[in-house]
DNA sequence: ATGTAAGCTTATCTACGTTAGCTTACATAC
DNA sequence: GTATGTAAGCTAACGTAGATAAGCTTACAT
């Protein structure tokens, strides 16, 4: 007889009441969630390195999942949605202490550049394709693109001055997004370069390609 | 008795002249570089593909590299290289054409973004820390630092207009590079969002970063 | 004819996704 | 309070693929 979990060392991971089973759903996507935070940038996503954190028999992740792919598109989809919810607080606070649409635009700005420097493993899921699920879901796609929306709407608001590569705000908020995921994309690939500090950089980029008529920034 | 060269279905490879065995050490490489070229944006590297392609034994790669590792870094410092030469090569016809430090600038920037958009599989290895090679070699953190010095340079040199974000032409040559890397990374990644002609696309970002005198563009 | 360079076959160990079917313990019925 | 159905999660096993070690085959230069 064998060691229950197998190969693991830990303990077991006490059995869910009846009638809740439906509560490891949760936990195996959190377990994902945690694997794909501490993933080297090439390491391979596997569905046995998600139940070794769960605590769970690696089978036992088809309890709630068809397969690894079904798993993957869970997890990208809290992924993405967190992204949503982190900015828009970033905006939040920005406007509660007073931001207009500049100080909103930038307190977004830098909130995704931070978390892309904080949880690298997350960004490259997100941003960098590094873990795709092999699914011809149409949402893979178009995960991500709501992001682009609220910018837009914040880039025709602010007044600029002349200057501008287009006037196109939806062009804008594009250039803007290639200039920011860069900036992370490239601090996290390239991380020996001559890097500034993070506000400055991100207020250094937004403003290059926005060209508002404010001067200086706090945040 | 199994057929030579296990698992194809190809010819067998002629098997060099004797004295001319490092022959295969340079197409090792070639292949592996084909292989990375076509590597799905989440495949694994594998030794096994490389020797397919090369119409060889998985094992007689070892005849010359001592590990998978050694392998990757070889190739790695074969496409660092070719990064240089495809840049010098554009400035140089930017500058054959009468350009000035401006459009040899953009020269520069567009044979990058082209490149990637051409390559992504290279691009990501490049740029985007696809398949890592897991030594310690102090070489692999700074490759690619020798494509900013030729840009700081020509930054340098263009006349600008007020309004930039930075005086420092080391500061924007690294603005410049987050933006264009984003460009491509982000092109790459995020194709169905709506991208401009890339021509325009790295125009628009070079001209925002930099802001120099000149009005338009030929190229 | 033979030594040796060039590349091959075989084999081992590891890890992965996934299938099949087993164990355990609780909630309910008697 | 004992039986039992079933939910919850487990073990075992299969087939595939990978890196790599050990040693064998083949054909050319001498």
Redesign the pocket.
């Known amino acids: ?6 190969g693991q060392i830990g303990a ?13 759903r949760g936990e195996i996507i959190d377990a994902a969630f945690r694997v794909l935070s501490t993933l080297g940038p090439d390491d ?8 070794k954190i769960a ?9 709630h999942f ?4 079904v798993l993957l598109l869970a997890v990208l989809e809290k992924l993405f949605a967190e992204q949503v919810v982190i900015r828009a607080a970033a905006e939040t606070e920005a406007a509660s202490a007073g931001g207009g649409p500049w100080e909103r635009l930038l307190a977004r700005s830098f909130a995704g550049v931070r978390f892309g420097l904080e949880h690298p493993g997350h960004y490259k899921v997100l941003f960098e394709g590094r873990v795709v699920p092999r699914l011809d879901d149409p949402r893979v796609a178009d995960f991500g693109r709501p992001l682009l929306v609220r910018s837009i709407e914040l880039i025709r608001e602010i007044p600029s001055r002349p200057g501008r590569v287009s006037d196109d705000p939806e062009r804008l908020s594009l250039l803007l997004w290639c200039g920011l995921h860069g900036a992370v994309s490239l601090r996290i690939n390239k991380p020996t370069l001559n890097w500034p500090d993070t506000i400055e950089l991100v207020e250094q980029i937004t403003r290059a390609i926005i060209q508002p008529k404010q001067p200086k920034i706090r945040i």
Not at 44 to 51: D, Y
Not at 66 to 69: D, E, K, V
């Open positions: 007889m064998v060691a229950p979990n197998s077991r991971r006490p059995r869910n009441a009846r009638g809740e089973g439906e509560k490891l391979p996503f596997s569905l046995r390195s998600v139940a605590k769970i028999a690696a089978p036992s992740v088809y309890i068809a397969n690894r792919n």
